[in-house]
């Protein structure tokens, strides 16, 4: 078993699909740094959060884009980029304007993009990713 599906087992844990809401008219938007991990949280993340689109982008350009491109239900920053941040190294596929940046940074471009009410859900833990959207979503 290879670590990243260790992860995916640490996300999934104790979860089904029972009591996860009604979430499809909802979104959200993830900011990871691993293209696989971003796949195969796809797969998964829905059924456990009640169907919302989700979509993950790598780097920050494409980040930028889809923060510009319409409203968000919830912006997600995933346990690898956390991690990049807590260690004060830049998050991969930074680059340019955000060069540099921290989740300080990137938090204020988000409520700059999408407004002051918008839900950003950070975490180093992939256990509390599930609790942690779920409730995200239930404010939007």
């Given at each position: ?22 979430n ?17 949280s ?7 959060l009640g ?21 968000w ?12 941040d ?6 991969p ?11 300080k ?6 409520i ?12 180093l ?16």
């Amino acid at each position: 078993m290879d670590s990243r599906d260790i992860l995916m087992q640490q996300i999934a844990n104790g979860y089904d699909t029972t009591g996860a809401p009604n979430n499809e008219s909802k979104s959200i938007l993830a900011r990871g740094c691993d293209p696989e991990m971003g796949k195969r949280s796809s797969e998964i993340l829905p059924k456990l959060l009640g169907n919302p689109e989700i979509v993950s982008v790598y780097n920050d350009l494409d980040f930028i884009n889809q923060l510009k491109s319409r409203k968000w239900s919830v912006v997600f920053f995933a346990p690898g980029a956390c991690r990049y941040d807590a260690n004060n190294i830049n998050i991969p596929g930074s680059g340019g304007e955000t060069e540099g940046w921290g989740l300080k940074d990137y938090r204020e471009m988000v409520i700059k993009l999408q407004g002051k009410d918008i839900p950003i859900v950070e975490t180093l833990d992939e256990s509390q990713i599930i609790n942690l959207l779920r409730n995200a979503l239930k404010t939007q």
